[in-house]
């Protein structure tokens, strides 16, 4: 059961007034669904000092906002927060160790030691098997916070040993390179759909993402195998180098097919929201574009705009099997821009 970030909060909160908290919490969710301002919910809670404004109602009986602060605003001698760091974009033993030092040095007598480890899910396994100790049996009054869009890349031992709060969410449409996809549709839609030079325009923009996606997740991958050849150093069997090769450039592939995956939701979103101006239906994904897409609808024909969208769906599908890539999304986007 996924539950809503202010729902998990309560949760939480209640566990910890009854004193039943648990000492670990697995957050996971998709980018965007909150996972990082939950638990600088949770820091503030447990911060004994008591400052800032944590919601409640005034003297009128009026409701006052609760001002959550950054997640790394809350760090601090008592509140560590844990990030990938080297070359490869994963944690390393180092980093959980220096965690695991600050967890054991004695504190207050009410003041809690909290431990986050941000995309938990990028460390790597002797980060994983050197926490597993603390992470079961952690110090008096320590909570220990992994937050994770993919928990399935964590170790079962790992996960066995957390409390699981999954978020609702479909994530952020407005982060990263879909933020750019988005600009690109913008741009676009300005000079208007329909044309050849447009849509191979909005195929470039697209393909040069991706790219860029793959390399960085391929030089990731190489990183990674360094690092742990060296860890290891030098101390494994027959064709462990290679058969780990393959497992880390499978990863690899499977980060940019999310990638791509998202820019798809993107661009098929943003249609969506011309088909709903079109239509007069409501709940648009991005209603600071509202302007912009009702023009467009006003523009568009009804079924025109309805074989845009079954273009998307097609050059979606079509990517799925063994089909060029560069082929499927060049007769895609011409089918469904030009």
């Given amino acids: 059961m996924a539950f809503l970030p202010d729902h998990a909060f309560e949760l ?10 648990a000492h670990a919490f697995l957050i996971s969710g998709p980018l965007g669904s909150g996972k990082e301002r939950l638990a600088a919910r949770i820091v503030k809670m447990l911060d004994s000092s008591g400052g800032g404004n944590s919601g409640g109602f005034d003297l009128f009986g009026e409701p006052v906002a609760e001002e959550v602060p950054d997640l790394d605003d809350v760090a601090g001698e008592w509140v560590r927060i844990v990030r990938p760091q080297m070359k490869s974009r994963r944690i390393g033993v180092d980093s959980i160790r220096d965690l695991e030092k600050g967890l054991y040095v004695a504190s207050g007598p009410k003041t809690w030691k909290v431990g986050v480890i941000c995309e938990a899910d990028r460390m790597m396994p002797q980060a994983e098997n050197a926490f597993l100790k603390t992470l079961e049996e952690p110090p008096a009054r320590t909570l220990l916070l992994l937050l994770t869009a993919n928990p399935g890349g964590l170790l079962p031992t790992v996960l066995s040993r957390c409390v699981r709060l999954p978020l609702l969410g479909q994530g952020d449409l407005l982060e990263g390179s879909r933020l750019a996809m988005l600009n690109a549709l913008k741009r676009a839609a300005e000079l208007g759909f329909g044309s050849p030079t447009v849509a191979l325009g909005l195929k470039t923009v697209f393909h040069s993402m991706l790219e860029e996606s793959k390399s960085a997740a391929l030089a990731a991958a190489e990183e990674i195998l360094k690092e742990e050849e060296k860890a290891l150093n030098k101390g494994f069997e027959g064709d462990w180098l290679k058969r780990r090769d393959e497992v880390l ?70 990517l799925e099997t063994n089909a060029q890539e560069q082929l499927v999304l060049e007769v895609g986007f011409l089918n469904a821009f030009a």
């Fill in 12 to 21: 939480v909160k209640s566990a910890h007034e009854r004193g039943r908290l």
């Fill in 249 to 318: 450039k499978a990863t690899a592939q499977s980060e940019y097919i999310e990638e791509r995956t998202q820019l798809f939701d993107v661009i098929q979103s943003w249609m969506a929201d011309i088909l709903r101006g079109k239509t007069g239906g409501g709940g648009l994904d991005f209603p600071e574009s509202a302007a912009l897409t009702e023009r467009l609808a006003q523009s568009e024909d009804l079924n025109r705009l309805l074989r845009r969208m079954e273009a998307l769906g097609e050059m979606r599908a079509n």
